[in-house]
């Protein structure tokens, strides 16, 4: 399966054009500026739904009982309303996530799960990268590729259903820690094998590792780098890995850095190569960083997500 969708992939970088440009649409915010928590009010407000939908995916999926299930994690309105469309929880490769519609908010949602099973922690640490792309020098991360190709095909029918259904709704593909580096792989599997989601698609991301070598990075940023929103908190050790030195590990832009517990903000941009923005989270020494920076994106996952984690 994997490798037919390297193929399809192949085919779709080959048929679609390039989208060079860069920029954080709609949500008004400039590469290599300062913001101030309360000139964002509403990049809050989006941080914190999308983070609620990576959460009810971790927290939901593992209870198998629904939204009222998962605590907090799952009040909010923005999970509450939605309307479920399809879940999967695999074993091998591992992967967990939802599809869903909010139809106030006029989403479609494809959300994926973080590290919330034992056995998840064999994928995070499959760092050995393998080709993206059968027969070019593009390479990713092999454990988070295999959760993504081993289940991205189920969902294309029923995104492309809802995308009948609900013309004028956007796609919103999201996922913290480990299910980050999912929606970004999905989100560029699927670019390419549904009509139209390049035009209706968002990938937010919190917490996310590195998913690529630059070469990925680069083509990532130019198929969905001007759509794409890689939020990181300030001194999110998750973030940091793999470490550039391994195999090449870069990361893709655009990234929305958390500076501070009050939600200050400094929008990062790469530039060429796999020169990170030295200051955005790049800044901080790994050995200043701690993982409660990785559970706490403006308050989420919320204390009582840890009731959910950990089972096998």
Same mark, same amino acid.
């Given at each position: 399966?994997?490798?037919?969708?390297?193929?399809?992939a192949?085919?779709?970088?080959l048929l679609?054009?390039?989208?060079?440009?860069?920029g954080?649409?709609?949500?008004?915010?400039?590469?290599?500026?300062?913001?101030?928590? %309360?000139e964002?009010? =509403?990049?809050?407000? &989006?941080? +914190?739904? /999308?983070?609620? !939908?990576?959460?009810?995916? #971790?927290?939901?999926?593992?209870?198998?009982?629904?939204?009222?299930?998962?605590?907090?994690?799952?009040?909010?309105?923005?999970?509450q309303?939605?309307?479920?469309?399809m879940t999967?929880s695999?074993?091998?490769p591992?992967?967990?996530?939802?599809?869903?519609?909010?139809?106030?908010?006029?989403?479609?949602?494809?959300?994926?799960?973080?590290?919330?099973?034992?056995?998840?922690?064999?994928?995070?640490?499959?760092?050995?990268?393998?080709?993206?792309?059968?027969?070019?020098?593009?390479?990713?991360?092999?454990?988070?590729?295999?959760?993504?190709?081993?289940?991205?095909? %189920?969902?294309?029918? =029923?995104?492309?259903? &809802?995308? +009948?259904? /609900?013309?004028? !709704?956007m796609?919103?593909? #999201?996922?913290?820690?480990?299910?980050?580096?999912?929606?970004?792989?999905?989100?560029?599997?699927?670019?390419?094998?549904?009509?139209?989601?390049?035009?209706?698609?968002?990938?937010?991301?919190?917490?996310?590792?590195?998913?690529?070598?630059?070469?990925?990075?680069?083509?990532?940023?130019?198929?969905?780098?001007?759509?794409?929103?890689?939020?990181?908190?300030?001194?999110?050790?998750?973030?940091?890995?793999?470490?550039?030195?391994?195999?090449?590990?870069?990361?893709?832009n655009l990234?929305?850095?958390?500076?501070?517990?009050?939600?200050d903000?400094?929008?990062?941009?790469?530039?060429?190569?796999c020169?990170?923005?030295p200051?955005?989270?790049?800044s901080?020494?790994?050995?200043?960083?701690s993982i409660?920076?990785?559970?706490?994106?403006?308050?989420?996952?919320?204390?009582?997500?840890?009731?959910?984690?950990?089972?096998?």
């Amino acid at each position: 399966m994997r490798k037919a969708w390297a193929i399809f992939a192949l085919c779709g970088l080959l048929l679609i054009p390039e989208n060079v440009a860069m920029g954080y649409r709609d949500v008004d915010l400039v590469p290599g500026h300062y913001y101030s928590a %309360r000139e964002i009010g =509403h990049v809050h407000d &989006l941080i +914190r739904r /999308y983070m609620r !939908y990576s959460t009810a995916a #971790t927290s939901f999926v593992e209870l198998s009982a629904g939204w009222r299930s998962c605590g907090s994690a799952c009040s909010s309105p923005d999970v509450q309303d939605v309307m479920l469309n399809m879940t999967w929880s695999v074993d091998s490769p591992l992967s967990d996530g939802f599809v869903s519609v909010h139809h106030h908010h006029k989403e479609i949602v494809v959300a994926w799960a973080g590290t919330h099973r034992y056995r998840a922690l064999l994928t995070d640490m499959a760092v050995f990268p393998v080709p993206y792309i059968i027969g070019a020098s593009i390479n990713v991360h092999s454990g988070f590729l295999d959760s993504v190709r081993g289940v991205v095909h %189920r969902l294309v029918p =029923h995104l492309e259903q &809802l995308m +009948r259904d /609900y013309p004028d !709704y956007m796609v919103i593909f #999201t996922g913290h820690s480990k299910g980050g580096a999912e929606a970004v792989l999905s989100a560029l599997d699927l670019v390419r094998s549904i009509d139209g989601l390049r035009q209706r698609i968002r990938v937010w991301t919190f917490g996310q590792p590195r998913v690529g070598d630059v070469q990925f990075a680069s083509l990532y940023n130019q198929q969905l780098g001007a759509v794409t929103y890689r939020v990181t908190s300030f001194g999110d050790p998750v973030v940091a890995v793999p470490p550039r030195f391994l195999f090449g590990y870069c990361h893709h832009n655009l990234e929305i850095w958390l500076m501070n517990n009050e939600g200050d903000v400094y929008v990062g941009h790469n530039r060429t190569g796999c020169s990170e923005d030295p200051r955005a989270s790049s800044s901080i020494d790994f050995y200043d960083r701690s993982i409660a920076w990785h559970k706490n994106y403006l308050g989420l996952p919320p204390t009582d997500h840890a009731e959910a984690e950990f089972s096998w």
